[in-house]
């Protein structure tokens, strides 16, 4: 069963739906107590850093959360401003990220002119390392919506790179935290792929 955290951010349904066409067993958790229930997890997120990380710290979940993450390992895909509330800050606010993965969030700053901000749309992934979470992703062409990127301290926990003018990280892996920055729930085939090997994991 995958957890999908209901904390007041995030397309909630899109990735209820999208689960539910790859007969993937999951349920929208809003209480802490409801996260035993569960085999692995989802952290949406949609909008600026510090309202992501102020409503997850306001829903009451946060404790319960880490305790399934950081102590009893249960493995967790943040998505989007999901994604990066998991590092430890970004340039886009001034409160502190929860800090399960080393780095930050920066801006993405084009040289270009003909590279506008937010990046939105299609794009593809290119893999720095393989792993059981891309695999049979044989067209990997993901739907985007940001203007900031995460920069992991370590290099190594990237997975792909996207290139908009310069390469950003696109997927992360640190242990049993993924972080994707893309949406694989407005993904069409290629999401549903993606989220089937996130759920054989």
């Not at 955290?5 to 397309?11: A, L, P, S, T, V």
């Not at 909008?47 to 390992?73: A, C, M, P, Y």
């Not at 940001?146 to 640190?174: G, K, W």
């Amino acid at each position: 069963m995958i957890g999908i955290i209901d904390y007041g951010i995030g397309n909630l349904n899109a990735f209820l739906n999208a689960l539910n066409d790859i007969n993937v067993k999951a349920k929208i958790i809003t209480r802490g107590f409801d996260l035993d229930e569960t085999s692995k997890l989802i952290l949406p997120g949609v909008g600026s850093f510090d309202t992501v990380i102020s409503r997850l710290n306001e829903s009451g979940i946060r404790e319960d959360l880490e305790h399934q993450v950081l102590e009893k390992k249960k493995p967790i895909l943040g998505v989007c401003s999901g994604m990066q509330i998991m590092f430890e800050s970004s340039e886009e606010g001034k409160l502190d990220g929860l800090g399960w993965i080393d780095g930050h969030v920066k801006k993405i700053k084009p040289n270009n002119k003909d590279y506008v901000l937010p990046h939105m749309g299609w794009n593809s992934l290119k893999i720095a390392r393989k792993h059981k979470i891309l695999a049979n992703l044989t067209d990997p062409t993901f739907y985007f919506l940001h203007s900031f990127v995460a920069i992991p301290s370590n290099d190594n926990e990237i997975l792909t790179y996207t290139d908009y003018e310069t390469l950003f990280c696109s997927l992360v892996a640190s242990q049993n935290i993924y972080g994707a920055q893309f949406h694989p729930e407005k993904s069409n085939h290629a999401g549903r792929n993606f989220l089937k090997n996130f759920s054989d994991i």
